[in-house]
């Protein structure tokens, strides 16, 4: 069965404070990895997407990476307004269409 | 360029009702997916239209239906609400041809009382 997880739940960081974020995977053929961003009571907004292992894709103090198993969201010198709950997701081939699944999420808050 | 509009943005329904919302996908968008998201179960895929087919479904109840209209705009209907019905419910667009990303709508929040 196709599935994602997220680690850690939640991260509580001061601003500057480098850190990473992870999404381990299991699916049968991956198509595409997906990186989103949501705010409280919005949808989710659009970051990232990965296709192949050793991938990188960066978006000011975002980037993101993809192994064969994982991926990461690397966020250097994070500032208050990168609080939010990062969502990743997958896509596998066997699908037919836009079917995502997705992890639980990491919230992510920022403090000044 | 205009962006996925999901209307009502909130509901509140009694058990028992049935519910339709409404999705206007991209401008040249094809394929409609919608997913609930709960805080305990996270974001779960319901069905995805394209071309006015139904061309994937998740493990949802047959409660759960939808459809998409010749112009890609897509409705869901909740029947017979449930109190567990209480969610949001989020729009995806995407192309539908070839691998692209999906682009979210801001979502219907439905509470069921």
């Known amino acids: 069965e196709d599935q994602v997880t997220q680690s850690p739940e939640a991260l509580r960081l001061q601003e500057g404070e480098s850190s990473s974020l992870n999404c381990s995977y299991t699916?049968?053929?991956?198509?595409?990895l997906f990186w989103y961003r949501q705010d409280p009571g919005k949808g989710p907004e659009f970051l990232f997407t990965?296709?192949?292992a050793g991938e990188e894709k960066e978006k000011e103090r975002l980037k993101a990476t993809l192994t064969k198993k994982e991926s990461f969201l690397h966020i250097t010198a994070p500032k208050p307004e990168d609080s939010a709950t990062y969502l990743c997701?997958?896509?596998?081939?066997?699908?037919?269409?836009?079917?995502?699944?997705f992890g639980q999420g990491t919230e992510l808050s920022v403090k000044p | 360029k205009a962006g996925v509009t999901q209307t009502p943005r909130y509901l509140i329904k009694t058990r028992g009702q049935q519910v339709t919302l409404s999705c206007s996908p991209i401008s040249g968008h094809r394929s409609v997916s919608w997913y609930q998201q709960t805080p305990g179960q996270g974001l779960q895929f319901l069905f995805e239209y394209f071309s006015e087919t139904q061309r994937n479904k998740g493990n949802f109840p047959g409660r759960f239906s939808g459809r998409q209209f010749s112009n890609s705009r897509s409705e869901m209907n909740v029947s017979t609400l449930e109190l567990g019905d209480s969610a949001l419910y989020l729009c995806a667009s995407m192309s539908g041809t070839g691998y692209t990303e999906a682009f979210f709508g801001q979502g219907t929040r439905l509470t069921v009382v």
């Open positions: 990965l296709y192949s």
């Open positions: 997701a997958v896509q596998a081939w066997d699908n037919q269409g836009g079917k995502l699944i």
């Open positions: 699916v049968s053929g991956l198509r595409g």
